[in-house]
């Protein structure tokens, strides 16, 4: 039996608990034998660019993941030396697993509502299938029109890795209002994170000055 692959891409800046809490449920609820993190080198797409080098986020999330059974770190788009495209990253690992293994894309709502901005996006669905978490908001009625038919052509009754790529699945996980963003903020106001982000990543944070004012 082929055993199922997740990928969960991010920027990761820094790795939260709604990210763990996430990738966890994404391997429970896909059976997925198991889940690679990906810290985006170069995030193109994003306004800002990161506050922490990739190679500072990549070692959050090996902190993070270190007690974790099934979720792995993936340092392939870090050391890529050009924007950070999920197509490519697909293509790679495809090429590495080859045809048979189900693959699944691990994003969140928001990033759902923008998959049409995204480098090649339609060839996502024939290298993967895509699960969403959802985040609070997440209305589909609100998601561009292509995205949205997307949204309700590809969702399956039953998800049973019997096919390598094509289908949507929202995930069951209850949507939770946390976001790097807002840790960051909280961080450069001196505030308590204790609970939001492990304590190994807060403890390298700390030691490498990074999100303070
Ligand atoms: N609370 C959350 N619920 C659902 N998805 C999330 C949540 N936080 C992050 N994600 C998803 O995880 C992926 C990586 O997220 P990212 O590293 O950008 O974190 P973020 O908290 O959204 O960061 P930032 O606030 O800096 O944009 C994205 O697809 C994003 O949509
Ligand atoms: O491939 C693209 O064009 C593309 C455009 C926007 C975002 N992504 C990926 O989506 C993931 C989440 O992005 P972000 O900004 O929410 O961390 C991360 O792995 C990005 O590289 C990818």
């Not at 995030?43 to 959050?60: D, F, I, K, N, V």
Request: proline share 9%.
């Amino acid at each position: 039996m082929t055993h199922a692959i997740g990928l969960f891409g991010g920027t990761f800046d820094p790795i939260h608990n709604a990210h763990l809490r996430m990738a966890e449920a994404f391997r429970d609820e896909c059976r997925l034998a198991e889940v690679r993190l990906i810290p985006a080198g170069q995030p193109y797409h994003r306004a800002q660019a990161p506050h922490a080098t990739p190679e500072q986020r990549l070692a959050m999330v090996k902190l993070a993941i270190a007690d974790r059974p099934g979720l792995v770190a993936d340092e392939r788009e870090v050391h890529r030396p050009r924007p950070a495209y999920t197509v490519e990253t697909l293509e790679e690992v495809r090429a590495e697993v080859g045809a048979e293994v189900p693959l699944w894309l691990l994003i969140g709502g928001d990033s759902l509502a923008t998959l049409d901005r995204w480098r090649r996006w339609r060839e996502l669905f024939a290298l993967a299938h895509v699960a969403v978490a959802l985040r609070p908001g997440f209305d589909p009625a609100t998601l561009p029109a292509a995205v949205r038919h997307e949204w309700q052509t590809r969702q399956v009754p039953d998800f049973p890795n019997r096919t390598p790529s094509g289908t949507i699945r929202p995930l069951a996980l209850p949507p939770v209002a946390l976001s790097a963003t807002d840790i960051r903020a909280r961080l450069a106001r001196g505030d308590d994170v204790s609970t939001l982000i492990p304590a190994p990543v807060l403890a390298y944070l700390r030691a490498h000055g990074l999100y303070q004012r």
